[in-house]
């Protein structure tokens, strides 16, 4: 374990250099930019590969000793470490620890924020401690000043009324194993780059004692006034959650740092080097890690319909998905290259109201493969539009969206079971406020009473999308179980132009069959011969050239159940067609 001489801390803001080595920090300086000159790209993103390279030529250069740990906190394996396992004095790096078991017990009820923490004498030390014996803090005033300002008189009285015993037992529950809090003063408190770099990772996806905690204790590490290593050399408004220490040849700085392509964990622990080299040396770190976008650990793109997808209440509905590797690497069935697949469903008012219980495996696919993927969605009770959104996990079970990987979103309609399926011939040319012949061709699919059937329609104006005229047309009583067709006088809509007509068959507000949309040209009245300004009398060429009228053509409509010849897909089973009557 790499041991210092006292376990004194001086993490107050620093005027200038415990050690008179101004020019050994400028010659760092200068390794630290001929690095980044020869390694850095043009641009401000770097591969994983780059990175690494980065920050082996910093580590190299360090005069000191480094222990390192850099990962994405959705990802299982670092990005990049060196000496991730070397126990490392940990200064004030300890009072991570002590600010997890007091969480822990606000979580619990044990403690409160207002609750009373008196600093003794024994919490004052030489250096970096701001309270005077006997000082009254409440619980709360005590943490935000241990981990803000790092003060050493409000953590050591902590450290008493907790216990080291306690704060080990804490963090072993929460498998942070190498992190050790001393039990007394005979002891050092130590961890290893490792240890600190799974706390923060737990913190980051909010598993530590609980969400609430981990958000609470999130906020105060971002409060952090000691910002001269980590956050250093980053642009001005970057969000960083840390915590530093140092003693005397130890200086460290772990936290998060929010980049823009996700956050990332940063554990820089440096010993056996000035407190000027080891500053720049984990800004460095810092820095680099920031500008790397890189790249997230699968990534797909995907083909869905722009259309609302039909779905019963209440059923789990599947829904086909195209889905094409475009990431770098190769997707397996199992182990550590595979990959999974998430769902969530929001409300219209963007709620969640239910996901997917379990990532699903996606198949194994190279770069720029494509299979079609058939994903079971949990449809709601209630009718209504809804959203889904899908995406990526790692072999883990970790999603990816945080990363930069890519997600989609296509939407369903639930609807009540339908009664009816039908096929209902709309002529394409209409004439504004008379009457058209209109066929439907039905069969029943439930229901045990008569219904009176009626069409609902909308007319849509295309270049806005929005509704101009709707109404209903009787059509006819369906009789239980049967079947048929419906010769139906359908006035049109009061309107002229082209037009999108939205339809289905109604009994009441209630839908009965899946609705169809077409376009239609809606024109003037007809005129006949004998009318004034009529059409003209035919003549003998035009008799013996006849061309048929266009103004009674029938949509064509591909239907996924072809229960009929030409059916419209609708809920349930539909029976075998009969001859109509």
């Not at 539009?385 to 639930?414: C, E, H, P």
């Not at 229901?447 to 929005?466: C, K, Q």
């Not at 008799?543 to 029938?554: D, H, L």
Request: aromatic share 6%.
């Amino acid at each position: 374990m790499r041991r210092v001489k006292t376990r004194l801390s001086h993490e107050t803001r620093r005027a200038g250099c415990r050690y008179l080595c101004w020019m050994r920090g400028i010659g760092f300086t200068l390794v630290v930019c001929l690095v980044f000159g020869l390694v850095a790209p043009a641009r401000a993103e770097a591969s994983t590969a780059d990175l690494i390279r980065q920050l082996d030529g910093l580590v190299a250069s360090f005069p000191g000793g480094a222990g390192v740990w850099v990962s994405d906190p959705n990802v299982p394996t670092p990005l990049f470490t060196h000496d991730p396992d070397e126990q490392v004095i940990a200064a004030s790096l300890y009072k991570l620890g002590v600010l997890a078991e007091a969480e822990r017990r606000v979580d619990a009820g044990q403690l409160h924020y207002s609750d009373e923490v008196v600093i003794q004498p024994e919490d004052i030390t030489a250096d970096g401690s701001f309270e005077e014996a006997g000082t009254q803090l409440t619980l709360d005033e005590a943490l935000e000043a241990m981990i803000t300002i790092s003060d050493n008189g409000a953590a050591l009285a902590l450290w008493h009324i907790l216990g080291g015993g306690n704060i080990d037992a804490t963090l072993q529950k929460a498998r942070i194993t190498d992190f050790h809090v001393a039990l007394d003063e005979s002891e050092d408190h130590w961890a290893t780059p490792r240890a600190v770099g799974t706390f923060f990772t737990l913190l980051a996806k909010r598993q530590l004692i609980s969400p609430a905690a981990s958000d609470r204790m999130l906020a105060r590490l971002e409060r952090q006034q000691i910002n001269n290593r980590l956050p250093a050399q980053l642009p001005a408004g970057v969000v960083v959650a840390h915590k530093t220490g140092n003693l005397v040849g130890a200086t460290h700085d772990a936290g998060i740092i929010y980049t823009k392509s996700g956050p990332r964990v940063v554990v820089a622990m440096t010993w056996d080097a000035p407190d000027e080299d080891a500053d720049n040396f984990i800004s460095s770190v810092g820095a680099s890690v920031y500008s790397a976008i890189l790249e997230p650990a699968a990534n797909a793109r995907y083909q869905v319909t722009k259309n609302a997808i039909a779905v019963d209440i209440g059923t789990q509905s599947p829904v086909v998905v195209s889905i094409t590797n475009v990431g770098s690497r190769p997707w397996t069935a199992t182990g550590p290259g595979s990959v999974g697949l998430i769902w969530e469903l929001r409300s219209n008012q963007g709620q969640v109201l239910t996901n997917s219980p379990r990532p699903q495996a996606l198949p194994g696919l190279l770069p720029n493969q494509t299979q079609n993927i058939s994903i079971d969605v949990a449809v709601p009770k209630q009718p209504g539009m809804y959203t889904v959104t899908i995406g990526l996990t790692d072999a883990g079970g970790n999603a990816l969206a945080s990363s930069g990987a890519a997600t989609a979103t296509f939407t369903l309609r639930a609807h009540q079971p339908y009664l009816v399926t039908a096929q209902i011939g709309m002529p394409r040319q209409l004439h504004r406020s008379e009457a058209s012949l209109l066929v439907v061709n039905y069969a029943a699919l439930a229901g045990a009473t008569d219904r009176p059937l009626s069409i609902s329609w909308r007319v849509i104006d295309p270049r806005t999308n929005r509704t101009v005229q709707q109404g209903s047309s009787p059509v006819g009583a369906l009789t239980a179980g049967a079947n048929g067709t419906f010769f139906v006088s359908f006035l049109a809509p009061n309107v002229l132009g082209t037009y999108r007509l939205a339809y289905e068959l109604t009994d009441g507000n209630a839908v009965l069959n899946e609705p169809v949309t077409t376009t239609v040209e809606i024109e003037g009245p007809r005129t006949y011969p004998d009318d004034e300004g009529g059409r003209p009398v035919p003549t003998s060429q035009s008799r013996a050239t006849p061309t048929p009228s266009p103004r009674f053509q029938f949509p064509t409509i591909t239907i996924p159940k072809p229960s009929l010849p030409i059916t419209l897909p609708l809920r349930g089973k539909s029976p075998s067609p009969s001859p109509a009557p």
